[in-house]
């Protein structure tokens, strides 16, 4: 559920069937706040939004009924036709609509549906729409692709982990001992990458409560993903630490030499 808000009102954004519906009870409330259903009532009554809709459930709805949909618009327009989202929905199986209950209830209509509504609201309020829903788009679509390089990072620290258990954690060491080989071995890719401990970087940092990984940008993110690949190799071949993290350091150094500018960052090893 998201929400933008388009010439001072409030558009509710929901995902059904990963497809974008948007509000069109938010959309009237532009028109009519205190009864936006009638708004929305009168749109569906002509016989052109009926139209537009069946096109619409033809292209996009194999269960759509045809043939209850030609009764509907036989009757479109006249003075007593009076057709509502929900029965629009019994009537035909459509799937372009739909009615929602609770806290964030009301009528929603997948966003080409929704669309065509704003503009018979106003053309003004659908063209802000569009640019309000698209910027949205664009930023999960940059959020999207974080979490896809953050979950990559956290998918490779477990192959990392796994390699320290396998290769570097006895049997007989306490859970106390384990956690600080685990944290030994973090600090090896910190100091790789970051040129500093976790404790170096938290000290440094009172104001962040999270670490210095979650304050990494995606190139950083990335080098670290490569770097927790390679340690895990090192390690199950058995080289000693410190060569490790001379090796890794270098490795960091090449690739964030690749991958970023220095503009932007300074790349590991690099004086202030």
């Given at each position: 559920m998201s929400k933008i808000t388009v010439l001072n009102q409030e558009v509710t954004i929901s995902s059904i069937d990963e497809e974008d519906y948007i509000s069109l009870?938010?959309?009237?409330?532009?028109r009519n706040a205190d009864d936006p259903r009638f708004i929305i009532q009168n749109w569906m009554r002509t016989r052109a939004t009926i139209?537009?809709?069946?096109?619409?459930?033809?292209?996009?709805?194999?269960?759509?009924?045809?043939?209850?949909?030609?009764?509907?618009?036989s009757e479109a327009g006249s003075n007593a036709f009076v057709l509502t989202p929900t029965k629009w929905v019994e009537l035909t199986g459509a799937i372009g609509i739909t009615a929602k209950a609770g806290r964030y209830g009301?009528?929603?209509?997948?966003?080409?549906?929704?669309?065509?509504f704003a503009?018979?609201?106003?053309?003004?309020?659908?063209l802000y729409l569009i640019k309000e829903f698209q910027r949205l788009k664009e930023d999960e679509r940059e959020t999207l692709g974080w979490d896809i390089r953050r979950?990559?990072?956290?998918?490779?620290?477990?192959?990392?982990?796994?390699?320290?258990?396998?290769?570097?954690?006895?049997?007989?060491l306490s859970a106390?001992?384990?956690?600080?080989?685990?944290?030994?071995?973090a600090d090896v890719l910190n100091l790789?990458?970051?040129?500093?401990?976790?404790?170096?970087?938290?000290?440094?940092?009172?104001?962040?409560?999270?670490?210095?990984r979650d304050e990494a940008d995606v190139t950083q993110l990335v080098c670290l993903s490569n770097l927790e690949n390679l340690n895990a190799l090192f390690i199950a071949e058995g080289l000693p630490q410190s060569l490790r993290l001379e090796r890794l350091n270098r490795i960091a150094i090449q690739q964030m030499t690749l991958l970023a500018s220095n503009d932007r960052m300074k790349l590991p090893g690099e004086k202030k």
């Open positions: 009870t938010d959309i009237a409330k532009h139209e537009f809709l069946g096109i619409w459930e033809c292209l996009n709805n194999p269960g759509f009924n045809r043939v209850d949909f030609e009764a509907v618009r009301g009528t929603y209509a997948h966003k080409d549906i929704a669309f065509e503009s018979w609201v106003s053309v003004e309020f659908k979950n990559l990072a956290k998918i490779n620290y477990r192959i990392h982990t796994d390699a320290i258990q396998r290769h570097l954690i006895p049997s007989a106390k001992q384990t956690s600080q080989v685990y944290a030994s071995e790789a990458l970051f040129g500093q401990t976790a404790a170096q970087w938290r000290q440094a940092h009172p104001e962040h409560k999270g670490n210095m």
